[in-house]
């Protein structure tokens, strides 16, 4: 869990900030600014693993300038120094490295802009895995933790580019696990005819071409965890031997003879409706009570709105590295991109912004620059008239 330190002397954005930051499950140390403390801050640091101090630029100059600030910063063994200045001259916010990349400067405009807090939670916190602004998705990530640190199999299932494999991710970074591999198969990717042996493993000489060994996923991920992504793709006659081995926690190579031991736990996504995948013979059903012990449900991007302009951060942090900053999304962007339905979840909203990244050249991303591709939607709207107008057809039929 990350911890981070919020001098509050002068800074109005504080409140907002801690806010922010213990609604991401981020511990937060409140110090002031009593300079003349020994413990630095005016907190006893012992204790804590803080490693980001955020401050204002005034506690700078009272603390001796930036380069005392980082010195002193380095003895309480924090490795990350952010000042924060509010001020009207900028559009938005600037972020700027400075001493070499030993501290950030963060110049904000309007320290009650939730954008801008966004922003500034990203530089403090980059590390933080599941990005989100919504009641609905911090209720799920709760619910995610309480089961993190059991051994339950955990079978998530929600609409394609919903953040499955993430969630399956921060399931098992909270878990006792995490220190241990994280190994993901994607059961729709791999040949039916390859899928018990990237599974289970396969001796020396089993069939054509193995010409080695191989222990397969499930030995790979042994003491940590496996998530078997898009699990409703596996064929019929391969599940009853996953369902063997989740019942007795053994696996049999193919073209072996004996069976191995494996201490994993387990996840599953799909993007199906299982309960008809069931009733349509297409998925055991005994296996889909094996798996679904502990079920989780993400959700459309379009009914977490809140969840919209943190995912862009995320994406726009990740695909803009190279230009070392984050570009601002202006009010008349945003709103573009909180109004539309996002039919392809995450992954329409990375293409869109990809696309902005381009258009505006890494700099401010303003309404210009948003190209949302309404293909998919205007399918979904043919389809939904073509649905209602056979309907009405029947309907006079009978």
Not at 192 to 213: C, D, P, R, V, Y
Not at 230 to 240: F, G, K, N, R, T
Not at 268 to 279: F, H, K, P, Q, Y
Not at 328 to 338: E, M
């Amino acid at each position: 869990m990350s911890q981070v330190i919020v001098v509050q002397n002068s800074l109005n954005i504080a409140n907002n900030l801690c806010d922010l930051l213990e609604n991401r499950d981020v511990t937060v140390i409140k110090a002031g600014s009593d300079s003349s403390k020994p413990d630095f801050l005016g907190i006893d640091l012992v204790g804590y693993n803080a490693n980001t101090m955020v401050c204002s630029d005034i506690f700078e100059k009272e603390i001796g300038g930036s380069s005392k600030l980082v010195s002193l910063a380095r003895q309480a063994k924090l490795t990350k120094v952010i000042i924060i200045t509010e001020s009207k001259l900028v559009a938005g916010i600037d972020i700027q490295d400075d001493l070499g990349g030993a501290l950030k400067r963060i110049t904000v405009e309007d320290f009650t802009d939730p954008y801008s807090l966004e922003l500034i939670f990203n530089v403090c916190c980059p590390d933080v895995l599941f990005s989100a602004g919504d009641i609905k998705t911090f209720e799920l990530l709760s619910l995610a933790r309480r089961v993190a640190n059991t051994d339950v199999t955990v079978f998530i299932n929600g609409p394609t580019g919903s953040g499955k494999e993430v969630l399956a991710n921060y399931l098992h970074e909270n878990s006792n696990r995490k220190e241990e591999p994280f190994v993901a198969v994607n059961c729709a990717a791999i040949p039916e005819n390859m899928l018990e042996a990237i599974l289970f493993g396969h001796e020396k000489g089993a069939f054509t071409g193995a010409s080695n060994a191989n222990k397969g996923i499930f030995r790979a991920a042994d003491k940590g965890t496996l998530l078997l992504d898009e699990i409703s793709e596996m064929p019929l006659s391969l599940q009853a031997k996953l369902l063997r081995v989740l019942q007795e926690r053994k696996v049999t190579p193919v073209g072996g003879q004996r069976d191995i031991d494996v201490d994993v736990r387990v996840l599953a996504t799909s993007n199906r409706d299982m309960a008809s995948e069931v009733n349509q013979s297409r998925f055991r059903e005994d296996l889909y009570y094996r798996l679904n012990v502990f079920p989780l449900q993400t959700k459309k991007l379009s009914d977490r709105k809140d969840d919209i302009l943190p995912i862009s951060i995320k994406i726009l942090d990740k695909h803009n590295k190279e230009n070392g900053t984050i570009p601002f999304i202006t009010t008349d962007a945003r709103d573009l991109l909180l109004k539309h339905d996002w039919p392809g979840n995450v992954r329409e909203l990375e293409n869109t912004l990809q696309r902005a990244l381009v258009l505006s050249g890494g700099k401010a991303i303003d309404q210009m620059s948003i190209m949302i591709d309404k293909s998919l939607s205007n399918i979904n709207e043919n389809l939904s008239v073509e649905t209602l107008a056979d309907q009405l057809a029947f309907a006079k039929a009978t």
